[in-house]
Each structure stands twice: as C-alpha cells, then as structure tokens.
C-alpha cells in the first residue's frame, strides 16, 4: 500500500506545480495583454476571483496529502479521514462559487471577443470542482456510516 499512496502523493504534488506555475508566469501576463483589450473592471474581477480561488485549492491539496497519510498508518476509517474528506467537499464548493461569481465579467469578455470558449471554460472548472464536491461528500457519507457500524460493532462484542 505505502508504494500506490506514495505515488499518489507525487500526483498530488505534479497537480500543485503546474498551477503555481500558472499563477507565477502565465495569468500576470494574460492580465497585462487582457487589462489592454478589454476594460479593466471585467478583466481585475476575474483575475482576482482566479487568485483567490487557489488558496481553497492548494488547502484541498493539503488535504489530500493529509488523507494519503492516514491511508499509510492505516486511519483511513477515522474521524481525521471523515474531517479531511469534509474539508475537501468545501474547498471544491468554494472554487465552484468562486468561478461562478466570475462567469458574468467572463459572459462580458467573450461578448466583447466573440469567443464562446470563455464562457465554457469557466463552466467546465465549475462543474468539475462541484463533481468533485460531491464526490467527497458521497465518501465522507460513505466513511461516517463505515465507522458507526464499526463503533456498532465494537460494542456489541
């Protein structure tokens, strides 16, 4: 098991990078050449909803860094693993709220660009992080109900 987590961990890590890449070297220069073309009351919402929505990323990271561990100790079936996975369903609803609130100053930008795809990239983020959202939810569920029949269990032994 140590092997399929920790490559698991090297993922989560190869997921990170990219994105800080993103947020370090491309979306500063994408704003530059953006805040030119369009007005910049469109342009600075997105770009700021953009850098905010990283922070519940990388904490969603965290997370699963955090749950890969207790997979290793053998914790997967704990109250930590039942919180992580909680932490992990709000971090997505966040991102997906996020993204929403900037669909509009998007709508505002493709309108002026006549590029549709603007619009579908910011649907495809949503509704991925909200799948993702509710994926953690149903295995939070799932885990929760694991470990009350365990305690059931326990006691009736």
Same mark, same amino acid.
């Not at 990219?18 to 530059?32: E, F, K, Q, T, Y």
């Not at 002026?112 to 953690?136: E, H, T």
């Given at each position: ?41 469109? #342009?600075?919402?997105?770009? +700021?909803?953009?850098?905010?929505? *990283? %922070?519940?990323?990388?904490? /969603?990271?965290? =997370? ?55 619009? #579908?990239?910011?649907?495809? +983020?949503?509704?991925?992080?909200? *799948? %993702?959202?509710?994926?953690? /939810?149903?295995? =939070? ?17």
């Amino acid at each position: 098991m140590k092997r399929e987590t920790l490559f698991l961990k090297a993922v989560v890590v190869l997921i990170g990078l990219p994105v800080l890449a993103l947020c370090i070297w491309v979306l500063p220069r994408i704003v530059g050449g953006a805040a030119q073309y369009f007005s910049p009351y469109w #342009v600075y919402p997105v770009f +700021i909803l953009v850098y905010v929505s *990283v %922070i519940p990323f990388y904490f /969603a990271l965290f =997370q699963a860094f955090r749950l890969l561990g207790y997979i290793d100790r053998n914790q997967a079936f704990s109250e930590l693993a039942v919180s992580t996975l909680k932490n992990i369903k709000y971090c997505a609803f966040a991102i997906s709220i996020l993204f929403a609130g900037s669909e509009p100053f998007l709508y505002l930008m493709a309108e002026k660009d006549d590029a549709p795809g603007l619009i #579908v990239i910011g649907l495809v +983020i949503i509704f991925a992080s909200f *799948v %993702i959202a509710v994926f953690a /939810a149903v295995l =939070q569920k799932l885990l929760k109900n694991a470990l009350d029949i365990k305690a059931e269990n326990d006691l009736t032994v």
